[in-house]
């Protein structure tokens, strides 16, 4: 991570632990632990210190951590509700990242399709996800949550011989009361790459 990124998720960071313990504990949610607060996060582990996020028990870094700092920073204490549904675009404010989502947060899975079936199991496992029984469309769906309150809804198209494999990537209805929704796009991203890292990483 660069010095100007570091600065930012350290300002996240000071932001997050300007409440107390407790309150951002509730908030995240999170268990307290030894001075840190510990929840899934992207598919693995994550601590969260007052100077530091680890994740996977790695220092988090990269832009992954950054997100977690930012999204400690401005979560409210909230239930999630899912229902209804929103596409990106009917988020607030989001015109000015359309293309860029479609493009990192969708079409990147498209070729992977087939092998995110195959192991669909596993990756909602890891996502502290479920499988979507009430999918409206597609050829399987599931819901994965990169962060605790962050819940994106995946419906994936096989391909046939009449039209390629798509995916499409949903919000909660009030994701927007959650994050930012820059913020959002870029959690959306960096789920789709630990998707094809996690994918990359298992036996052919």
Not at 52 to 65: H, M, W
Not at 151 to 164: G, M, Q, R
Not at 180 to 188: F, R, S, T
Request: contains cysteine.
């Amino acid at each position: 991570m660069s010095q100007n990124y570091l600065q930012i998720r350290n300002d996240y960071l000071q932001k997050a632990w300007a409440r107390s313990p407790g309150e951002l504990a509730v908030c995240l949610p999170a268990t307290e632990a030894a001075g840190s607060l510990q929840f899934r996060a992207f598919g693995e582990d994550c601590l969260l210190a007052p100077d530091t996020v680890t994740l996977g028990g790695k220092p988090a870094e990269g832009p992954e951590g950054l997100l977690i700092a930012l999204y400690a920073s401005v979560v409210p204490g909230v239930p999630v509700r899912l229902k209804p549904l929103k596409s990106f675009k009917e988020l607030p404010g989001t015109m000015p990242y359309q293309q860029a989502f479609s493009v990192n947060a969708e079409q990147i899975l498209v070729p992977q399709v087939a092998s995110i079936h195959l192991h669909q199991e596993s990756l909602v496992q890891a996502f502290s996800g479920q499988s979507n029984t009430d999918a409206p469309s597609g050829d399987f769906s599931f819901t994965l949550y990169p962060l605790p309150r962050v819940p994106l809804y995946y419906i994936f198209y096989l391909a046939d011989e009449e039209f390629p494999a798509a995916v499409t990537c949903l919000f909660a209805a009030n994701a927007a009361e959650i994050m930012p929704v820059d913020g959002l796009a870029d959690v959306a991203e960096y789920t789709a790459r630990k998707m094809l890292m996690d994918l990359a990483a298992r036996p052919r």
